[in-house]
């Protein structure tokens, strides 16, 4: 809305004038606003910002009470647009006040200062509308992994890149009803949904109405009198985070958003995939695959934002075909010659290892922060694709691989056991000890230091598997009162053995990545880091 309010103060001002607001500071840095900043850099002469920074959500270790000036979650910015219409041209003025400075260290300037005497920095936006954390690299000379055009399947110069079709992830709306660690009590919320929604359709029965979860798009439907029916092969299998998997009910009218996912996963086929967190977000790039459907939050809880390229896609009629384009595969053919017998498999894992390189991350992060990824060609196309296969090998089999041999230690809790009751859940991680509490019985220890290192988003994997198997109430009463089921001692067992399996994921992980840190890059990136490589590599 802020944004209207400045539209609507911009209407009402004659040739000359100022608009002074104090708004949420998303539309500094936000690539969502890359358009509004264009578009207020044509319309005043001069811009000045006084950040104030506070942004809860963009930094967790910032507290909104201690460093918000409004004690909110809302980063909190100072904005005067000036019209002058005898002078052309547009000059930007810049001013932040230090991240941790506290809410009354941010008011006591405030009082003290003066426009006129505050030190500002004269910004030069870029070609794409940035204002703050500008880059000078060469990332405008990587092909893009994909892009709108080659998605709409669009001709011409703007539709090339690597991956015809992209998608996000899941977005249910619902949860709580359309997923679930057990099949069965799946298939029971479901049918019971089902059953009430039929009912208010046809005008049957209103008194349960409010015992299903209702929303728009749902609305809708029942508007346009779309009837459903329980149907088994619905169920199906889905990446849900890290490391955990749920089954779902996977229907286009019972879930809030499908997006491209039906035309990526068919019933009964596995579909290689590569899922990306970043995308025009605060979050640092997170990189995770898997062959199922995925959640839209499965690399960060609460507001999602997981994006997948799939190694294939299917057409209308259900046939299945490369994801990955013509165009993407002559690329690295011409790039790298026939000596390379390159296929497109091959550029499915080489970019996934890109991806996963730690100089290409650290490098190219605010980048990535803007927009999908760009893919480098990198020397050594061959060894990157190996690396590739291995990595996604890991995260996508991660069930299967052998189990880390960690130390389990139990120590009976006989007052529980008296009580004929559950040990206490606890499921938290120390790892200064390197040891995991599972409960007050059980815990594990005999963790490599390298386990905790391997992060998906704000947490290492590990971390997700704890987080994800906790006891939590659900929110939905219906929910709670008739399909809560969910005890973490029925899957006690399946939690130690995953967390093993994890281990073994993440040390290996981290293993390749390490070795990544070594490998000739020129010719990819800029020239400072060719010295750096071939010292690490050696003679």
């Known amino acids: 809305m802020y944004t209207r309010f400045f539209r609507w103060a911009s209407d009402r001002l004659h040739d000359d004038g100022v608009i002074a607001l104090i708004t949420n500071r998303n539309f500094i840095e936000k690539a969502a606003f890359d358009g509004f900043r264009k578009d207020v850099e044509s319309e005043f002469q001069e ?5 104030l920074g506070g942004d809860v959500r963009a930094n967790p270790k910032l507290s909104g009470t201690k460093h918000n000036v409004f004690g909110i979650q809302t980063g909190v910015t100072i904005s005067f647009l000036v019209k002058r219409h005898k002078q052309k041209g547009c000059k930007i003025f810049y001013a932040r006040r230090p ?3 506290s809410a009354e ?7 003290s200062s003066k426009l006129s005497g505050m030190k500002f920095e004269r910004i030069e936006p870029d070609k794409k509308g940035n204002w703050v954390d500008l880059t000078d690299n060469d990332w405008d000379d990587f092909i893009p992994l994909v892009s709108k055009a080659a998605k709409s399947n669009k001709t011409g110069a703007k539709s090339q890149a690597i991956f015809r079709l992209f998608s996000r992830g899941l977005g249910t709306f619902r949860d709580e009803w359309v997923y679930d660690e057990d099949a069965d009590i799946l298939a029971k919320k479901m049918r019971h949904f089902i059953s009430v929604y039929e009912d208010v359709l046809q005008s049957l029965d209103h008194s349960d109405r ?5 929303d728009r ?21 889905v990446q849900f985070r890290p490391f955990t998997k749920r089954w779902v009910y996977f229907d286009r009218h019972l879930n809030g958003m499908t997006y491209q996912l039906p035309s990526l996963f068919k019933v009964g086929e596995n579909n290689p995939t590569i899922t990306i967190l970043g995308i025009a977000s605060a979050n640092p790039l997170a990189v995770f695959s898997c062959d199922t459907l995925f959640d839209l939050g499965q690399l960060k809880n609460g507001n999602g934002g997981t994006q997948g390229v799939p190694l ?3 057409t209308s009629s259900g046939e299945r075909v490369d994801n990955i384009t013509d165009w993407g595969l002559k690329q690295f053919q011409t790039h790298y010659g026939k000596a390379e017998k390159i296929c497109k498999e091959d550029i499915f894992h080489y970019v996934y290892a890109v991806l996963h390189d730690p100089f290409y991350r650290e490098k190219y992060a605010m980048n990535l922060k803007r927009e999908f990824p760009r893919i480098p060609f990198y020397p050594g196309f061959g060894k990157w694709a190996n690396w590739g296969k291995r990595l996604m090998e890991l995260h996508i ?5 052998e189990p880390w041999p960690l130390k389990r230690i139990d120590a009976p809790d006989e007052k529980a056991r008296a009580a004929s009751v559950s040990p206490k859940v606890v499921l938290k991680a120390d790892k200064e000890t390197c040891v995991i509490r599972l409960d007050v019985e059980t815990q594990l220890s005999g963790i490599p230091v390298e386990a905790w290192t391997y992060r998906l988003g704000n947490r290492s994997g590990l971390e997700w598997v704890l987080d994800q198997y906790r006891e939590k109430t659900p929110k939905d009463s219906t929910i709670r009162e008739k399909f809560n089921t969910y005890r973490f001692a029925d899957y006690k067992e399946k939690v130690i053995d ?9 040390v290996e992980t981290m293993e390749i990545v390490e070795a990544m840190r070594s490998a000739h890059r020129r010719g990819s990136a800029d020239e400072n880091c060719d010295g750096l490589s071939e010292a690490l590599d050696g003679p």
């Open 99 to 101: 991240e941790f400075d």
């Open 217 to 237: 798009e749902l609305e809708k439907h029942l508007k346009s009198r779309v009837t459903k029916t329980f149907e088994d092969q619905s169920i199906r299998a």
């Open 105 to 111: 260290d941010k008011l006591a300037f405030l009082t």
């Open 312 to 314: 294939y896609r299917y």
């Open 397 to 401: 089999g991660y069930e299967t691989v």
């Open 47 to 51: 811009i000045y910002v006084v950040d």
């Open 210 to 214: 409010d015992t299903i979860k209702w």
């Open 498 to 506: 995953l967390l093993m399996r994890v281990t073994r994921v993440s």
